[in-house]
């Protein structure tokens, strides 16, 4: 069984960092295609925030590109969501997915099937 379990989230002034980490017990990153950061904030749906490749490459959303950078130590397994400069619109519930297939939209959550169980982040003005 698959298990992918977020950690990091919490509350910070705008303007300041959060560091998210994604940690996969089952099976290696190295076995995935892809990964991503998605986050859903309330009555709204869930969108992709930023995804990685196998060859390393990455994929962001406008909204948060400068700001956020995505990245992952397959050797631990773990996959890292640095956060800077937040604003209270990055307020959301954040989520990690994975995909063993190539994806054609890797900000889509269609495309990943693999899932956590996500982290809060709250940005106060």
């Known amino acids: 069984l698959v298990q992918l379990v977020e950690s990091g989230g919490g509350t910070v002034q705008a303007g300041g960092s959060l560091r998210l980490s994604c940690t996969a017990s089952?099976?290696?990153?190295?076995?995935?295609?892809?990964m991503g950061w998605f986050r859903q904030a309330p009555g709204k749906e869930r969108e992709g925030v930023a995804a990685?490749?196998?060859?390393?490459?990455?994929s962001y959303a406008d909204s948060v590109k400068g700001r956020f950078t995505i990245s992952k130590d397959n050797a631990k397994n773990i996959l890292y969501l640095q956060m800077n400069s937040l604003q209270p619109e990055d307020t959301a519930v954040y989520y990690c997915?994975?995909?063993?297939?190539?994806?054609?939209?890797?900000?889509?959550?269609?495309?990943?099937?693999?899932w956590g169980q996500g982290t809060q982040v709250t940005v106060s003005s």
């Open positions: 990685i490749d196998s060859d390393g490459s990455t």
């Open positions: 089952g099976y290696t990153y190295g076995y995935y295609h892809s």
């Open positions: 997915a994975a995909e063993d297939l190539p994806v054609v939209a890797a900000l889509a959550p269609y495309e990943y099937n693999c």
